[in-house]
């Protein structure tokens, strides 16, 4: 959560969220005997690859060797367990056919030994096949999903410049297409998404520039800040010809990660040699606290805004001006959506709800609290269709269903707080960006579709904190930012990963 006043650094600024819940490791569930730990991984894999012709990149056959190393490290072990079941079987039977013969003949309780042999050799017998089919299982789907993964959703391009971690990014509704990225460095940038330039800078904020959203038909973006205001300022961009892409899967020149550059490095090419916006054409200035989100109302006409002030505020773009304080939370608020067709405002809070709000009747301005979390509800939002979908730091994400929304008709059970989630728009897919730098992939109904591809040269490095999709772009139709100082663009191939569900 960004600081009020936004002059924190990466830690500062991490460090004024909420305490999280610890989060838990997320790997092949594998169980190494000491045995297999005390090889020598690194000899091994040289080994295996002196004497091999192969047309594979180093870093993808040493990534195959790791993989594959595990699945044997794990059916070594489901051998062991087998041989120990084996033995635990035959010195049951021998004991309980030992107990049989110290009985008579006649006497009918050899029967019940008989019996009671059979039915323990039964039940074992039922472990054995139950542990080796479910290990197996959890070994063959984590290698799928891996694998999967990647061939279904690749990274395309990054997107380096702030000085500090970006909380929130958003695509233009009208030609040219940018990105828009909000940063805890006081700046919102505009980036040509083909070439991962920057092409325009905002630098009319005092504080953390928490969220960023574009008017649906107009050359005009809505920045909401730590500085306790809200901004409406009119941009202008040329887009730089499109280069060649680089491989950003191979290993780059110098083992430098851009999330340990110093404070306040950037490239070359970075916002200070783009051009500089630095007046608002509107300045919203109600609130009494950090103002942690703002969107536009359908039309572009009106605004809605969320502070930490516990209200959320809605403007007239054209004179600035108050319409309706939204009061009734009872601590901060932590974001706020619009429905893309309907007057609708959902916002969340830490107070664990969220609130609709219906501005649909001039006249009557409803309102409905809903209560599904357990802890801070990070963010709530709206599909293309009649759903709202809420994400909570109680590492649950609900989807609910706005004709009857008395309980959630899916939830989805995850490993870490979720954060500022989003859902395509045609193919109704929901990216979740975790605090363990994951992001997943699910349906309405709550199936898991993927996992975004990460690793020590690939991903985000730090808390993710925001995700958008772009769906009209074929190339780049994700994009998620976060506390690293970059934005990724993702291609996610939707027919591929559908069918494949």
């Known amino acids: 959560m960004p600081v009020e006043g936004g002059t924190s650094s990466g830690s500062a600024s991490a460090s004024s969220r909420h305490p999280k ?178 092409v325009l800078r905002y630098a009319g904020h005092a504080g953390s520039v928490n969220s960023i959203k574009f008017h649906p038909t107009e050359q005009m973006a809505l920045t909401a800040s730590g500085d306790q205001t809200a901004h409406i300022w009119r941009y202008m961009v040329q887009l730089p010809a499109p280069q060649p892409q680089p491989d950003v899967t191979a290993p780059p020149d110098d083992d430098q990660d851009s999330s340990d550059r110093e404070e306040g490095e950037v490239d070359a090419e970075g916002p200070c040699e783009v051009p500089t916006v630095r007046v608002a054409t509107a300045t919203l200035k109600s609130h009494q606290g950090v103002v942690i989100a703002a969107d536009w109302l359908v039309g572009g006409k009106q605004v809605v805004t969320a502070s930490w002030d516990r209200a959320a505020n809605l403007y007239e773009v054209e004179t600035s001006e108050l319409v309706h304080s939204l009061t009734g939370h009872d601590q901060e608020l932590t974001h706020c959506c619009t429905h893309p067709t309907q007057r609708l405002v959902v916002t969340s809070s830490r107070d664990t709800t969220f609130r609709l709000w219906d501005f649909r009747d001039p006249s009557i301005h409803s309102v409905n609290v809903f209560q599904g979390h357990t802890d801070t509800v990070t963010s709530a939002v709206f599909t293309a269709g009649d759903n709202v979908v809420s994400g909570s730091d109680d590492r649950t994400v609900k989807v609910w269903d706005l004709k009857n929304m008395r309980s959630p008709i899916a939830t989805i059970r995850t490993d870490s707080a979720v954060n500022r989630i989003s859902v395509s728009a045609s193919s109704r897919i929901i990216a979740l960006p975790h605090d363990n730098r994951q992001v997943r992939l699910f349906d309405m109904s709550g199936v898991r579709l993927a996992r975004l591809p990460r690793s020590n040269r690939m991903g985000h490095r730090r808390m993710v904190c925001c995700t958008a999709w772009n769906e009209e772009n074929q190339s780049c139709n994700l994009f998620t930012c976060g506390f690293d100082r970059q934005a990724i663009g993702w291609n996610i191939n939707i027919p591929a990963l559908l069918q494949e569900k």
């Not at 092949?28 to 730990?37: C, F, K, P, Y």
């Open 21 to 198: 819940q610890k989060r838990k490791a997320h790997s092949l569930s594998i169980r190494r005997t000491n045995s297999t730990e005390d090889r020598p991984g690194g000899l091994l894999r040289g080994e295996m690859l002196d004497g091999q012709d192969s047309k594979l990149p180093l870093t993808l056959r040493n990534n195959l060797l790791d993989l594959f190393g595990q699945i044997e490290r794990e059916f070594e072990n489901l051998y062991i367990e087998n041989i120990e079941l084996r033995r635990e079987i035959e010195s049951l039977n021998d004991r309980l056919t030992g107990d049989g013969q110290t009985v008579d003949g006649a006497d009918p309780s050899k029967g019940v030994l008989k019996a009671k042999a059979s039915h323990s050799t039964s039940q074992l017998s039922q472990k054995l096949k139950t542990t080796y089919k479910a290990s197996t299982s959890k070994i063959v789907s984590s290698f799928k999903a891996t694998a999967g993964s990647r061939a279904l959703c690749q990274l395309q391009k990054e997107y380096m410049g702030h000085r500090d971690g970006i909380w929130d990014l958003g695509i233009t509704k009208t030609q040219p297409v940018v990105l828009g990225t909000a940063s805890a460095d006081h700046s919102a940038l505009l980036w040509s998404i083909e070439t991962g330039k920057c």
